[in-house]
């Protein structure tokens, strides 16, 4: 999973990404955020790994890419900006440390600057489609000609394209113009101040304190309300030779799942057996599960719950 910090200069955003990471990051380019991988504690894994001593561990992993601010009111490039399409979620982070700042304020109008970059950019796809349809290079499509427009209404009332009710069919085919505001959006800000009248914005909103000591306990809340926030379930592969954990979209299934795991396993998947981890842990092995019942065979279709181990029969 790609996060992206974006916000203005001085919110904390490369101090937060040091605290979370335990790295020191450090900006090469100005037009591209710096890229740091996490690697998330999983207290099943640690229980899986006790069971199954693996040879290795593969820890449920994020990216947190790291953009570099504007001051307020100085506007972001459209080269930095693109790099926002790479990620799956976009944490706007705010200052909720120096006198300066007022998180509500800041958070209101950096989404105002992610919808005016939204609305330029559909003004440069219509203008696109307009030259290749007198060109004679492109068939008018009045079903995507209409989701635009209902795209460009709600931009124009300065609403992000995220909250805009449409069909599935036409939110897909918003998203694949590159518009930022159709992504995920959570709010964390940097410091002690309390986060009353950002809900207002209808934001999940965290707080996290760059500047202060910060515990173990505080870094795992911080990761479960995104993985809650962005909608993502754990699974695990519980292999001797490796043991891991991975993040799936909520609601996915199991061939999404494997999936995940290689697209060869997908393409031969023939079934996946399945047990919580719940069952795994209480039982300890698959024997044990086989023989309770609780270890059964599902079908491409079935979805995965959080916590499953999942074993995919494919033939190569
Ligand atoms: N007191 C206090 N200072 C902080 C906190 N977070 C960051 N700072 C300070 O604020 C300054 C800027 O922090 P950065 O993390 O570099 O900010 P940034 O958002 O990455 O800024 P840009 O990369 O310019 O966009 C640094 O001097 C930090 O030490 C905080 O929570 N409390
Ligand atoms: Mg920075």
Not at 23 to 28: N, P
Not at 244 to 258: D, E
Not at 264 to 278: H, L, P, Q, S, Y
């Amino acid at each position: 999973m790609k996060i992206g910090l974006i916000g203005y200069s001085g919110s904390g955003k490369t101090a937060l990404s040091t605290l979370l990471s335990g790295k020191k990051v450090e900006s090469f380019d100005p037009f591209q955020p710096s890229v740091v991988t996490v690697k998330l504690k999983d207290s099943r894994l640690d229980r899986l790994v006790e069971i199954v001593k693996p040879k290795k561990i593969t820890p449920p992993e994020v990216l947190l890419f790291d953009f570099k601010g504007v001051p307020k009111g100085a506007g972001f490039d459209e080269k930095e900006l693109v790099w926002l399409l790479e990620v799956d979620v976009i944490l706007l982070v705010a200052d909720g440390f120096s006198e300066v700042s007022t998180p509500a304020d800041d958070l209101s109008s950096l989404q105002l600057e992610l919808i005016f970059r939204d609305i330029e950019r559909l003004s440069g796809v219509e203008a696109k489609r307009q030259t290749e349809i007198e060109q004679h290079r492109r068939k008018a499509n009045p079903q995507e000609d209409a989701a635009l427009e209902k795209g460009r209404a709600w931009l124009e009332k300065e609403k992000p394209l995220r909250s805009l009710d449409v069909s599935p069919e036409e939110k897909r085919f918003l998203v694949s113009l590159g518009l930022v505001t159709a992504k995920n959006t959570l709010v964390l800000v940097n410091g002690k101040t309390e986060t009353a009248g950002i809900s207002d914005s209808g934001l999940p909103c965290w707080r996290l304190d760059a500047g202060a000591e910060t515990n173990a306990g505080e870094i795992s809340a911080f990761w479960r309300f995104i993985l809650e926030a962005a909608g993502l379930n754990t699974f695990y592969t519980a292999g001797e030779k490796d043991t891991r954990a991975w993040l799936l979209a909520a609601g996915a299934t199991a061939l999404g799942a494997a999936g995940q795991i290689h697209s060869d396993i997908a393409r031969g998947f023939i079934r996946a057996e399945v047990v919580n981890f719940k069952d795994y842990d209480r039982l300890g092995s698959d024997a044990a599960c086989r023989k309770e019942g609780v270890l059964r065979l599902e079908g491409k279709e079935y979805p995965v719950a959080d916590g499953d181990i999942i074993n995919i029969r494919f033939s190569p």
